[in-house]
Nanobody
Framework: QVQLVESGGGMAQAGDSLKLSCEFF????????AAWFRQAPGNEREFVSA????????YYSDPVKGRFTISRDNPKYMVYLEMNNLKPEDTAVYYC???????????????????WGQGTRVTVSS
């Protein structure tokens, strides 16, 4: 049984920073690539960032590149998303997702991921 639990969301003002956490419950966390997606009201779920199983490779969507940093701590079964210089358009529910995969490709489509967390809401005001 695999479970993901996100935390760290909240309210922020433009220019602020937040750090999201995603805790993995299950076995062999290092067998999974991980990603963050977000979904704003009325919008489809949108890819934000991905990280390889080892943490050595990362990938970002253009809207967050240079502002967000994804990382993971395999011994602690954790994935993080550090968000800096937040903008009102970053307002969304943020989801952690994992995919059983140890290759080099970064997957950006939601349907390509195997397990999802329940989401954590981020609201950024101007």
């Amino acid at each position: 049984q695999v479970q993901l639990v996100e935390s760290g969301g909240g309210m922020a003002q433009a220019g602020d920073s937040l750090k999201l956490s995603c805790e993995f419950f299950g076995r062999t966390f290092s067998s999974y690539a991980a990603a963050w997606f977000r979904q704003a009201p009325g919008n489809e779920r949108e890819f934000v960032s991905a990280i390889s199983w080892s943490g050595e490779s990362t990938y970002y969507s253009d809207p967050v590149k240079g502002r967000f940093t994804i990382s993971r701590d395999n011994p602690k079964y954790m994935v993080y998303l550090e968000m800096n210089n937040l903008k009102p358009e970053d307002t969304a529910v943020y989801y952690c997702a994992i995919k059983g995969y140890r290759g080099a490709t970064h997957y950006v489509k939601a349907f390509e991921y195997d397990y999802w967390g329940q989401g954590t809401r981020v609201t950024v005001s101007s």
